[in-house]
């Protein structure tokens, strides 16, 4: 019987340098998520107009990104919300009411629906007699941003993961 050795030279090192990737990994990949989380708003920003017209706020600086934690304190997903309080009509659509006056011009040609909508002094659809006048489709910015991320975000993630071993020569 023969007895065979061999020794491996920089198995510690590789040790030490899968421990401090392991020690600085949730804190590089929380910030990455963070960071992934604005790239998403900012794609869904160029996919909308930059204004409403005159009087509405704009929506595009109005997101909002929240770190969702668990029981240890790290990171696991970031809620990303736009704060602009007519968001929610402008993304799903919205039922559509008009002044009297205002549908009446409708009716004999004189105005669209697009021009229909009211400026000026608010009334209530309930108190004033405004007149349902239709459904305005909702846009789906971030729906259509979130397909796409679909593909994308993979893609980021791996650059990320393979940028982190590249740095801890790994």
């Known amino acids: 019987m023969s007895d065979y050795e061999f020794t491996v030279d920089g198995l510690d090192d590789l040790i030490s340098d899968f421990n401090k990737i392991v020690k600085e990994y949730p804190d590089e990949a929380e910030k990455e998520l963070y ?3 604005g790239k998403w708003s900012e794609d869904v920003n160029e996919k909308m107009p930059t204004s409403y017209g005159k009087g509405k706020e ?3 600086k109005k997101w909002k990104r929240t770190r969702v934690r668990d029981f240890s304190g790290h990171t696991l997903e970031i809620d990303v919300s736009n704060k602009a309080p007519h968001w929610h009509l402008i993304e799903n659509g919205h039922e559509l009411y008009i002044t009297p006056e205002r549908y009446a011009a409708m009716q004999e040609g004189k105005l669209t629906l697009k021009g229909a909508r009211h400026k000026g002094k608010r009334r209530t659809k309930d108190s004033k007699g405004m007149i349902h006048a239709g459904f305005v489709p909702g846009k789906h ?3 259509k941003t979130r397909k796409e991320w679909q593909s994308i975000f993979p893609e980021e993630i ?5 940028k982190m071993l590249k740095d801890h020569n790994l």
């Open 58 to 60: 704009p929506t595009l």
């Open 141 to 143: 910015y971030a729906e």
């Open 35 to 37: 960071r992934q989380g």
């Open 158 to 162: 791996q650059k990320f993961i393979d």
